[in-house]
């Protein structure tokens, strides 16, 4: 094999391996609850590695053995990838980059207003089509029981650096002014009329805010903060990507001119045999004469 080649392997066979641990970010954000109920937001970082995984295979089975469809296949398929993923990371990066939130003093954890995320994760997540599936979603998984069993007195709470969904979605906003009772437990709000989720906060605990905007926005800053995550493991897979195809570049073009080579070598090698039988015939025939 030509050392590039070899190189292409071994860039490859990292970039298998590399693999794994994209697979393994994408199922740790499909567990997540917040990915759990916004089903299609579910899988495509595990997908994208298990594209990631069969595309370096190629290569480094064609890079290997030398088997130049194998790696033309290899090339064409990883340059759509790349440019998939660039596209992909340039519109993951404009929609969650506002992020809605604000501070709220002597609480540990951050509040979140849905009007401060970008329209399209409003528009695609929290709109009314969608939110009554996620919403009956949500009540069923353990986001807001468990902070019952975690934190007792208010002031652990107060103090908790809890997630943005259980901060807008098991507690009514701050603003309102209820009593802490216990985390999903709340009474006697001080001022009612600051927000039209004051209202709607339910201590029943299949109601608690799910209804709420601020849980709408809680959901967003999950999403939000979870996909920033992923996108750090994005970049690095393109440049890994970009890093690999330029060797496997290199080394499609050493194959095919080694095989132009051989066959020009064979083509002189086939003339110069005619050539020698031809002079050989002559002779032949000047020494009958």
């Known amino acids: 094999m030509a050392v590039s080649n070899n190189i292409t392997a071994i860039v490859n066979f990292v970039a298998l391996m590399c693999s794994v641990p994209i697979i ?14 916004v089903h299609w937001l579910r899988w495509p970082v595990a997908f994208v590695g298990v594209l990631f995984l069969l595309v370096s295979l190629a290569g480094f089975v064609g890079a290997y ?7 033309g ?29 604000y501070s709220v003093p002597g609480r540990g954890f951050t509040e979140y207003r849905l009007s401060g995320f970008s329209s399209w994760l409003r528009d695609h997540i929290t709109s009314s089509d969608n939110w009554g599936n996620i919403r009956a979603c949500l009540a069923d998984t353990q986001i807001c029981p468990k902070l019952s069993q975690e934190y007792i007195s208010a002031e652990q709470f107060f103090a908790a650096h809890i997630s943005p969904i259980q901060a807008r979605c098991c507690k009514p906003p701050t603003i309102c002014g209820y009593q802490y009772v216990n985390p999903i437990m709340w009474t006697n709000p001080t001022n009612p ?38 996108n750090v493991i994005l970049i690095v897979m393109v440049v890994v990507l970009i890093w690999v195809y ?38 032949s025939l000047d020494k009958k004469e």
């Not at 393994?24 to 109920?37: Q, T, V, Y």
């Not at 201590?203 to 709408?216: E, H, I, T, V, W």
């Open 65 to 71: 053995w030398n088997k130049q469809t194998l790696l």
């Open 73 to 101: 296949f290899h090339l064409c398929f990883m340059a759509i990838l790349i440019v998939l993923l660039l596209i992909f990371l340039v519109l993951a990066f404009i929609v969650t980059h506002p992020s809605g939130a």
């Open 246 to 283: 330029l060797i496997a570049c290199s080394a499609y073009r050493n194959a095919q001119t080694e095989e132009l080579f051989r066959r020009y070598k064979e083509a002189c090698t086939s003339h110069s045999d005619a050539i020698s039988q031809a002079v050989e015939a002559s002779k």
């Open 24 to 37: 393994a970010a994408g199922i740790w954000l499909a567990s997540k609850p917040d990915n759990e109920c």
């Open 193 to 230: 009329i600051a927000d039209a989720d004051c209202s709607i906060w339910n201590n029943d605990a299949s109601q608690l805010c799910y209804n709420c905007n601020s849980c709408k926005a809680g959901l967003l800053g999950n999403l939000r903060r979870e996909w920033r995550k992923a």
